[in-house]
């Protein structure tokens, strides 16, 4: 049987660290929000506008880390914030994602060695109890 392709992503609204497990190594990427980069915007005491543009940038945001989980079967998707929780409800509303398993998870905020271990600890939890 041909092993699982497993993702774990840790994700606040501004960055998400994007690991990749092959057996027991972990390769790692970062995505990061579009409202890291560039210039502020100043949109005076125009809230309707700021709303949309941050709502646009995190959409965005969102539509980046979807690309990078289409092609994995089993993904975790954990960090402090309820940025998770709003990707989660992103995915699961479109059909693309009906066949990845995907699991959510709070934690808190973690250095780049807690995030890889806490992915290999969470699939080898969920290797052994599929045995």
């Known amino acids: 049987m041909k092993a699982a392709k497993k993702l774990g992503i840790w994700m606040d609204h501004t960055k998400a660290h994007i690991m990749v497990l092959n057996k027991n190594s972990i390769t790692s990427s970062t995505i990061e929000s579009l409202s890291l980069q560039g210039p502020k915007q100043d949109f005076g005491e125009d809230e309707s506008l700021k ?10 945001y969102f ?8 092609g994995y079967q089993e993904v975790l998707l954990f960090g402090p ?4 929780t709003e990707l989660y409800n992103v995915l699961k509303d479109d059909s693309h994602f009906n066949d990845i398993k995907i699991e959510v998870e709070a934690t ?15 699939f080898q939890k969920q290797a052994g109890r599929k045995k």
């Open 51 to 60: 709303h949309n543009t941050e709502q646009d940038q995190l959409s965005d």
């Open 81 to 84: 914030t309820h940025a998770k």
């Open 63 to 70: 539509k980046r880390i979807s690309a990078v989980i289409t």
């Open 108 to 122: 808190d905020n973690l250095t780049e060695n807690q995030m890889q271990a806490y992915v290999k600890e969470y």
